[in-house]
């Protein structure tokens, strides 16, 4: 051990070798695993609309802010007290970095708890003694300062900070635009057009809205989707360009540093007002500010790591990051209840100006399924860790999903209605050019993939709502043939009386009343990159998937089960199936006002024999509300199924389980 020169010495080394080391040991701590999961998805910066400067903020908040104050603190303990017990507390503070980083190893790798509290605690003591006594681990500790330069500089390079950070392709110039028209245009995610189109090839009229632009704008029933992911879909869907082909989940970020020439930016460089919202793409401008960009980041990355390596016990990491982010506004969650919230400030913002651009871009009917289609939300009781990315195993589980998902749709809707009735109340409804679309379907076979595409399930994920209402149309008109995403660009720039950039590939569907029909369709998918269908094979599997829909919910949303004629009946005569429900609680004590409604029942079921019926009736307060068919898992019978809200009253609900006799 060496004495410690600067007591030999009465020297004082400098704030900036103070700040450097800190640094260095903050880099390892906390930087990199937040810089880590900041870059998980190629939405990692489009999600919040984050843009080069916002980075360089994040990385100033992240790398360089929090050793900064700690230096200042360490400054004001010298002038104070001395150096002496400012090398302690710096020595402490390094010692607890180290520990941190310790901590995070132990607990990636399931460590006990015993050894997470102990060995990161000792590491701490030793470092901090240490860092005092002996020359060689203050020079080490300097020597870590160069984490930091090596830190962020792998963040910049890493994927996709690099899209945004890099120098990239600039944007064409566009002229003036001279058109009046406003322009509304409406992305649904998750959205197969098997679940509202009818074996007659109608829209179903239980979605009013919907029915009604086929029946008022123009419909395009052979619209397919060009990726099985909203991050390779929607950029085609705003540029009219070919989507990324290339196989891996690693596309071009989807935001204006990868595809600069969006339908906003054009319409925005010709004297446009532009109005959107985007929870995953960055193709339209977002009214974030720079500081919900910056920080709604950080705590995204915090909770991420939190779910599987948190970066510090007892949860203040995600404390720290919420505390950041307080001041600031938190960006509507792309697939959970703050739905709701973007759609209202979406419509609200709607500007009533004729030369406007409005882009909603909505995770709906998208999973978490958890809307009745009166606005009301549900537990979907789904176990923790289930994303529903796969379809389950059994058709009484399938059946439940389906059924959700179409009350997401009722929901979906409604919410369609809410704008088009402000765009007749603003104004600009009959002069305005409104597109409806979505980025791709989802699928329900059974144990397959809900979302990535293959040849079995492609009639539920290529084929998807597209609707056109041009300027002045009062009449309906449907044109067959083979279109697709790209097309919507070319049409809204025509409709604009702009020409379309080089790299659109998309057509002008402006005035035509039937289109050519392909043989063949190509969607862009993270395994197989692009991925080609026959299309007669996607028309076989669509039928399927159409037929499937109309034999669950042809007569009603709720009866899955089949059946619908025992809907609102009395279950007298019928025999009950002892039951208990998965949460008891959400039907005992129910209130109406609060917008949750306990729509979604599930309950264990111990049938008398063994095994129950084929269906079952559900009753709600005494009359049947929905049948549903059973499922059986790990040897124990199951039933779930949403019922009507209408059915619910405030206080308790009853809610019983009947066997239905095929002869009844």
């Known amino acids: 051990m060496s004495p410690d020169p600067e007591t030999a010495n009465d020297t004082k080394i400098s704030w900036f070798r103070i700040w450097a080391e800190l640094a260095g040991a903050w880099a390892l701590a906390l930087a990199h695993p937040i810089y880590t999961n900041i870059a998980s998805g190629p939405e990692a910066l489009t999600s919040y609309g984050v843009r080069r400067l916002d980075l360089l903020v994040l990385i100033f908040v992240v790398s360089l802010l929090g050793p900064l104050v700690i230096t200042l603190a360490e400054l004001s303990i010298r002038r104070l007290f001395g150096d002496r017990p400012r090398r302690v507390v710096h020595g402490a503070v390094i010692g607890s970095l180290l520990a941190l980083v310790l901590w995070q190893w132990l607990v990636g790798h399931g460590s ?32 870590l300062s160069f984490a930091t330069v090596a830190v962020i500089l792998l963040f910049c390079l890493d994927y996709p900070i690099r899209d945004e950070m890099l120098p990239h392709e600039k944007a064409a110039k566009t002229g003036k635009i001279e058109s009046d028209t406003p322009v509304v245009m409406v992305i649904f995610d998750e959205f197969p057009l098997d679940a509202i189109e009818r074996p007659d090839g109608t829209v179903d009229p239980r979605f009013r809205n919907l029915s009604m632009l086929a029946r008022k704008a123009t419909w395009y029933p052979g619209a397919l989707s060009m990726g099985d992911q909203t991050t390779r879909a929607v950029p085609s869907i705003l540029t009219g360009q070919d989507p990324y082909k290339e196989e891996g989940w690693k596309p071009p970020s989807p935001g204006l540093a990868s595809y600069p020439n969006s339908v906003c930016r054009i319409a925005e460089d010709g004297g446009y007002e532009v109005h959107s919202y985007e929870p995953v793409t960055d193709l339209c401008e ?106 389950p195993s059994t058709e009484g589980q399938l059946d439940r999903d389906a059924q959700q998902m179409m009350l997401q749709i009722g929901y979906t809707d ?79 720039l025509g409709q604009l009386g702009v020409d379309p950039p080089d790299q659109v590939t998309g057509r002008d569907l402006t005035g035509r009343s039937k289109m050519p029909v392909a043989k063949e369709h190509g969607m862009s998918a993270p395994f197989g990159g692009w991925v080609e269908f026959k299309l007669r094979d996607v028309k076989s599997v669509q039928k399927l998937a159409t037929d499937y829909i109309h034999r669950l919910f042809g007569r009603s949303l709720y009866a899955p089960g089949g059946r619908a004629d025992l809907l609102g009946k009395s279950p007298a005569g019928m025999t009950e199936i002892p039951s208990e429900a998965t949460d008891p609680s959400l039907y005992s004590d129910v209130d109406l006002d609060s917008g949750q409604i306990p729509a979604y029942f599930e309950a264990r079921l111990d049938p008398p024999g063994g095994t129950p019926t084929d269906t079952v009736a559900v009753s709600l307060n005494g009359r049947i509300a929905a049948t549903a068919t059973p499922w059986q898992v790990d040897g124990q019978w199951m039933v779930g199924v949403n019922l009507p809200t209408r059915g619910f009253r405030d206080g308790a609900n009853a809610i019983k389980v009947y066997e239905i006799d095929p002869g009844r």
């Open 286 to 391: 977002q009214n974030w500010d720079m500081g919900t960009r910056v920080t709604a980041t950080i705590r995204r990355a915090v909770a991420l790591a939190s779910a599987t390596e948190p970066l510090a016990p007892l949860g203040l990491d995600e404390k720290a990051a919420g505390l950041l982010n307080l001041p600031f506004r938190m960006p509507w969650s792309e697939y959970s209840g703050d739905r709701p919230a973007a759609v209202d400030s979406f419509i609200e913002g709607l500007p009533d100006s004729d030369r406007a651009i409005s882009v909603l871009h909505i995770a709906l009917p998208h999973i978490s399924w958890m809307f009745s289609p009166d606005g009301s939300t549900y537990d979907g009781l789904r176990p923790a860790g289930d994303d529903m990315l796969v379809s």
């Open 112 to 143: 006990p708890g015993v050894l997470r509290a102990l060995l990161p605690f000792a590491l701490a003591i030793l470092v901090t003694w240490l860092f005092l006594r002996a020359e060689l681990v203050r020079n080490f500790v300097l020597i």
């Open 414 to 492: 409604r919410e369609l209605g809410r704008l088009i009735r402000k765009m007749k109340s603003s104004g600009i409804w009959d002069k305005s050019l409104f597109v409806v679309t979505a980025d791709h379907g989802g699928a329900f076979e059974l144990k397959s993939s809900r979302r990535l595409v293959n040849l079995f399930n492609a009639g539920w994920i290529a084929p998807v709502p597209l609707f056109i209402k041009y300027p002045g149309q009062e009449r309906g008109q449907v044109v067959r043939g083979t279109v697709d995403g790209r097309d919507i660009v070319p049409t809204v």
